[in-house]
């Protein structure tokens, strides 16, 4: 299904102290300035309450980058969905590969990740991908659709959500996939989703991530079934960022 309206996410990743707030704020002012695709910021955990009074009545949506589990309890430096809803933070990015292969989060443990987001009121946004291995052993449509199928929880299908299709081996890196291999996957994406959830689910947008760049965006934003970007190193100057959303 075509998405009409593209979904950017940028992912600050640990980057970003109380200047970086300046970046929010330049952004916005552009966004609000002249209407634009659908615009979202996720930055460290720390700078949520002030990026939420930096971007206060304005387009630009707030978002963290992890949630965990469960709702409160001991489990020391970890940060609830509650807490980020509560510090002005409206979707959540979960799975994302750094935290599959340092943490070494699960398929389940993504899936219990989403149900707390959405107990929170929170957009999960499922982040999914294969290993440059997986790639070149001709896995990655069974990787890609095995985990949609695993880290997509029951819940999910009534609410709004997303699933980024990030390939690892192009985090980062300054490399990216072919457009036929960007769509490739995303139909199987589109597949897992709905063969997980139902019909009522093929609404929700498919964002490309990986070494989105103002030069390459409009292209990838393009290719079929890409409802949006989910964006790193490109989104921490309001500038660059600007560019990609431009191309949306
Ligand atoms: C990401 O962190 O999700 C990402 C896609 O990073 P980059 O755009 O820097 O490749």
Redesign the pocket.
Known sequence: MKQSVKFIVG?W?MHGVSAAVSEALALKEAVDASPMCRIALCPPATLTDRMRAALAGGRVELGGQDCHEKASGAFTGSVSAEMLADAGATLVILG?S?RRAAFGETDALVAAKAEAAIAAGLEPII?VGETLEQREAGQAVSVVSAQVEGSLPDGLSERPFAV?Y?PVW????GLTPTLEQIAEVHAAVRAAIVKRLGEAARRAPILY????KPDNAAEILTTPEVGGA??????LLAEDFLKIIRAA
């Not at 991530?209 to 989105?212: H, L, M, R």
């Not at 989910?230 to 989104?235: N, P, Q, R, T, Y």
């Open positions: 992912n990743k994302h750094e982040c980024a990030e192009a985090i980062g890196t991530g990986g070494s989105v989910l964006v790193g190193g490109a989104s």
